[in-house]
Nanobody
C-alpha cells in the first residue's frame, strides 16, 4: 500500500500549485485522505480532508477559500489545488489515509513534497 505525494516546487506569492497524492495497493473506499503540512521548526498542521466515497471536504481556516481538495471520479489520485499562495504556506506537504470511522488514526502516509513560496 502506498501514498505517493508529488507536485511541490517553488512559486511566487500569489501563484498556484497542484499537489497530487497517488494511492495504490488497496481500495480506499472507506477512507479519508487528508493533507498536512509541516514548516521548519513548527508542528505538523492539518490542511484539509476529503472522503474517498462521496467527496465531502473539510479545510483548515488558514487555507479555506484558497485550497481545494478533489478526487476525480474513478481516479486513485487526490489533488490539492493551492491558489493565492502565501510565504507562510511554505512547508513540506504530506497526504495520509485514515478510516472514516477513526479519522484521527492514520494507517498510511505519503513521503512529503516541498512547497516553497517566495515573497
Amino acid at each position: 500500500v502506498q501514498l505517493q505525494a508529488s507536485g511541490g516546487g517553488l512559486v511566487q506569492a500569489g501563484g498556484s500549485l497542484r499537489l497530487s497524492c497517488a494511492a495504490s495497493g488497496r481500495t480506499f473506499s472507506s477512507y479519508n485522505i487528508d493533507w498536512f503540512r509541516q514548516a521548519p521548526g513548527k508542528e505538523r498542521e492539518f490542511v484539509g480532508s476529503i472522503r474517498w466515497t462521496g467527496g465531502n471536504t473539510y479545510y483548515a481556516d488558514s487555507v479555506k477559500g484558497r485550497f481545494t481538495i478533489s478526487r476525480p471520479y474513478g481516479s486513485n489520485t487526490v489533488y490539492l489545488q493551492m491558489n493565492r499562495l502565501k510565504p507562510e504556506d511554505t512547508a513540506v506537504y504530506y497526504c495520509a489515509a485514515s478510516r472514516t470511522g477513526t479519522p484521527t488514526i492514520y494507517d498510511y502516509w505519503g513521503q512529503g513534497t516541498q512547497v516553497t513560496v517566495s515573497s
